[in-house]
């Protein structure tokens, strides 16, 4: 009897025994709002008296999609790379995680620490529609961030979670100016056609010798071409280091200012469906024609990244003789 009394005692004091690994706690921040400081490192999500602070250098998030199975993969070190969850005596704010010297209360009364585990960081263009129908404007990078097999260091042992997803974190872009009139002009001897403004060009390169043509069109049958990576090339630039100006086209050799500083190029088009380059031509007067040149359902891209230009954009009107 004694010794059956003294083994349900042992039992007993095991099941009571916690190590601090046993019990799965839950940590949900993924549905709110990322915010981060303007003078550190630091992103973070508030809840009530809780706070999940990122500190990561702020270069990780680039402004690039990255491949749909190949996500950024950082480790967290507890150094450059810091995962912090923190429990407050009462409300969290804003001032609680960004000042030099935080508010007295609500006071930081437990904290995890994350001691390992891996950063994963997915990133996708975040676009809204532009003003021509079909045409889309990318305003920001989305970068969903999940930590994968994390230890947390808690004050009665540790913590791990094989998924845990911090959620979403926007940097912004700025939009492509498109800032054309719709005039455009051809180049004598390679034929490319182009339109500028002082720092972007959208150019028609390497064009098909019988799109533009000094006869007339018959009415609702404009001559085209399909956008290629060899053939009819449609490419926008974006310019620094200098003024652009007509002098800086048709030249054998492009001068060295001012310089590219960005490039999209139009996806190669699909016959009757997409990247279709439309002319129409008439007379003007009574040497000269006139072409009205229309660009339907083009897509540009910038490595992983790409925008529609519309379903019809008016690319404009180039005279010849």
């Not at 949900?28 to 250098?57: M, R, V």
């Not at 490595?303 to 180039?318: A, M, P, Q």
């Amino acid at each position: 009897m004694k010794r059956v009394f003294s083994l349900l005692i042992f039992v007993l004091l095991l099941n009571g025994c916690d190590d601090g690994n046993l019990t799965l706690e839950t940590i949900d921040f993924e549905d709110g709002e990322t915010k981060n400081c303007s003078d550190n490192n630091i992103i973070y999500k508030l809840k009530e008296n809780e706070a999940l602070l990122l500190e990561i250098p702020k270069t990780t998030f680039e402004n690039e999609p990255t491949d749909p199975d190949s996500p950024t993969v950082i480790d967290i070190d507890n150094s450059t790379n810091r995962v912090v969850y923190r429990f407050y005596n009462g409300t969290v704010a804003d001032d609680n995680i960004c000042n030099t010297i935080p508010p007295a209360t609500p006071y930081v009364s437990d904290q995890w620490t994350a001691s390992s585990g891996k950063i994963e960081i997915a990133t996708t263009t975040k676009t809204i529609p532009g003003t021509i129908a079909g045409s889309t404007v990318i305003t920001g990078y989305n970068h969903r961030i999940v930590f994968k097999n994390i230890t947390f260091t808690k004050t009665n042992g540790t913590q791990v979670y094989e998924t845990f997803v911090f959620g979403d974190y926007i940097t912004p872009a700025t939009p492509l100016p498109f800032g054309f009139d719709k005039t455009v002009d051809q180049c004598p001897i390679s034929k490319d056609v182009y339109n500028f403004t002082s720092g972007e060009a959208l150019t028609l390169e390497n064009l098909d010798a019988t799109l533009i043509v000094n006869e007339e069109t018959l009415p609702d049958t404009p001559r085209t071409a399909i956008i290629g990576s060899v053939k009819n090339k449609l490419i926008h630039r974006l310019y620094s280091n200098g003024v652009l100006s007509a002098s800086y086209f048709c030249n054998t050799t492009p001068p060295t200012l001012p310089t590219v500083s960005e490039e999209w190029n139009g996806v190669n088009g699909v016959a009757n469906v997409s990247g279709i380059i439309e002319v129409t031509t008439i007379k003007s007067g009574t040497t000269a024609f006139k072409h009205n040149i229309v660009i339907k359902n083009a897509t540009l891209k910038k490595d992983n990244s790409t925008f529609k230009l519309g379903d019809v954009y008016i690319y404009g009107e180039l005279l010849t003789f």
